[in-house]
């Protein structure tokens, strides 16, 4: 079935890092995938999307690449902030009408 | 904010029991999907509804049951709880019925059972 791999965390950051959270991801046809941030206390929120491959997903200053060729979609941030402070989940949508989730990245940003 | 509303936001009772869970969706969405967060099983789909009817069902154990209402809000209902159910459950929603729709999610339902 259909899988979603992410780097274990924390992630711990200064504030102005670069930030890359990898996602890799299993799934048979073509996928859409996202991103979704979940800050404490709150829902899940969705940060960003591709559809196809090589499509480019941004938000907020957040950016991935759908990457067929390595199924992948890693997220990245050229300067993290301390209130990009949460838990960054990867998912995809395939036939089937549901989200397979990865097991979720907590970032946690010092000042 | 989302847009969708869950209600109660903090859930306590005890084994054996049964409680309900609500959900109204965005305003204009058709779809509606339940997911459960747990720490040992992270974030597991449980059921999809459009319109009404039934859509799609994941890893939901015969003890719970959903609904979708002709207003379109849903309530999940859980039975004969056990320790183990105890979890975050959200709701989210979308405007279609494909996989490929943007889920919306609400700030979730948290569930202990003592």
């Known amino acids: 079935g259909d899988s979603v791999t992410q780097m274990e965390g924390p992630v711990t950051l200064s504030e102005e890092a670069f930030l890359t959270i990898n996602c890799t991801y299993t799934?048979?046809?073509?996928?859409?995938l996202f991103w979704y941030v979940q800050y404490p206390g709150e829902g899940l929120q969705l940060l960003l999307k591709?559809?196809?491959?090589?499509d480019k997903g941004s938000n907020k200053g957040f950016e991935a690449t759908y990457r067929k060729e390595t199924t992948s979609f890693h997220l990245e941030k050229g300067s993290v902030q301390v209130s990009d402070s949460a838990v960054y989940f990867c998912?995809?949508?395939?036939?089937?009408?549901?989200?397979?989730f990865g097991g979720g990245t907590r970032l946690m940003v010092k000042p | 904010d989302s847009g969708v509303t869950q209600t109660p936001k903090h859930l306590i009772t005890a084994t054996g029991q049964r409680v309900t869970l609500r959900c109204s969706p965005r305003?204009?969405?058709?779809?509606v999907y339940w997911y459960q967060q747990s720490l040992d099983q992270g974030l597991q789909f449980l059921i999809q509804?459009?319109?009404?009817?039934?859509?799609a069902k994941g890893n939901i154990l015969e003890r719970f049951s959903a609904q979708q209402f002709p207003d379109l809000h849903s309530e999940l209902n859980l039975s004969s709880l056990e320790l183990g159910d105890s979890a975050l459950y959200f709701c989210a929603s979308s405007s279609g019925v494909g996989w490929r729709d943007t889920q919306y999610f609400g700030p979730g339902t948290r569930l202990t059972v003592l």
């Open positions: 509804y459009y319109n009404g009817e039934e859509r």
């Open positions: 591709a559809t196809k491959a090589d």
């Open positions: 305003s204009g969405d058709l779809s």
């Open positions: 799934a048979t046809g073509y996928p859409s």
């Open positions: 998912a995809l949508a395939n036939a089937g009408n549901m989200l397979t």
